[in-house]
């Protein structure tokens, strides 16, 4: 036989293989689009604030803004009274030292308060020279007065 026929044999079988692989490879189980689609994430286990009692979003808002004017005016005493447990003068003190060498801080709240039944969380938005941060308080309700949570 010549050898340009050979050759031309050579390559004609390469692409059947190549298009029979090619077949294989697309048919093979999983390759394809999966037979059920996948179950949605599960629902939330908290109650939206919109749905929170109305006192529970006023209350929270409350404690939420006396938190951002203690940081804003770095007062620890004032934060300290909106603690659910009494803190110590140390740890007063450790917070009016950070607070001190973190110098004038402009506090915000970032949203208004995520209430879930006895819990809520407060984000508070602190910008001073070395930076932004962004700080999730959490709230409790404890014997009916809502209070940083420990």
């Given at each position: 036989?010549n ?23 697309v048919?093979?189980p ?35 803004n ?9 007062d ?12 110590t ?62």
């Amino acid at each position: 036989m010549n050898r340009g026929l050979v050759a031309a044999l050579v390559v004609l079988a390469a692409l059947v293989a190549g298009g029979f692989l090619g077949l294989l490879l697309v048919a093979l189980p999983g390759s394809g689009p999966p037979a059920t689609p996948a179950p949605p994430p599960p629902a939330p286990r908290t109650t939206p604030s919109s749905q929170a009692p109305e006192a529970d979003r006023v209350a929270t808002t409350v404690v939420a803004n006396a938190l951002v004017h203690a940081m804003s005016a770095a007062d620890t005493t004032e934060f300290g009274a909106l603690a659910c447990r009494p803190q110590t003068a140390e740890a007063l003190a450790r917070l009016q030292s950070r607070w001190d060498a973190t110098g004038p801080m402009r506090v915000t709240l970032a949203a208004p308060p995520l209430v879930s039944g006895d819990e809520a969380t407060a984000t508070v938005h602190v910008e001073a020279e070395g930076g932004h941060k962004d700080t999730a308080f959490p709230l409790r309700r404890e014997n009916g007065r809502w209070c940083l949570a420990d």
